[in-house]
């Protein structure tokens, strides 16, 4: 396997699938262009805290030539810190789906498993 693959998240899409599912607010995006004209942005996250209450939660994303990758950071800095605030963990389904494919092939088709160790 290629060590050298990257992996693409859209950070962006995360958040708004957290909001999602803890019922909050959609995120609202802001941004800044810097002196250097580069985009800074920032993201507000509003969490109720009561009734009455909502506490706004506001991260910010390094500056970046590019838009897009200026909200993809500013939405990653908002998950860590929405980790921090709600308490909650980031599981990778695919590779909990795949350990759990592999230990039930090991169930059903014992034989295999032993030709697979004693090729190692």
């Known amino acids: ?9 859209n950070f962006r899409r995360l958040l708004h699938n ?4 803890f019922s909050l607010p959609p995120p609202r ?6 002196a250097d004209l580069r985009f800074c942005s920032y993201v507000d996250v509003e969490i109720p805290r009561s009734s ?15 838009l ?3 909200k993809e950071d500013a939405a990653c800095a ?20 795949k350990k759990l494919l592999k230990s039930e092939r090991r169930k059903i088709d014992p034989e295999n498993n032993l030709m697979q160790e004693k090729k190692r």
């Open 78 to 97: 908002a998950i860590k810190s929405l980790r921090n605030k709600i308490g909650f963990k980031v599981r990778d389904v695919n590779f909990e789906d």
């Open 18 to 21: 957290i909001c999602l599912q």
């Open 52 to 66: 009455q209450f909502m506490e706004i939660i506001t991260c910010h994303g390094a500056s970046f030539s590019d």
């Open 29 to 34: 995006y802001r941004m800044t262009i810097g």
């Open 1 to 9: 396997m290629d060590s050298s693959m990257n992996v693409d998240i």
């Open 68 to 70: 897009n990758q200026a």
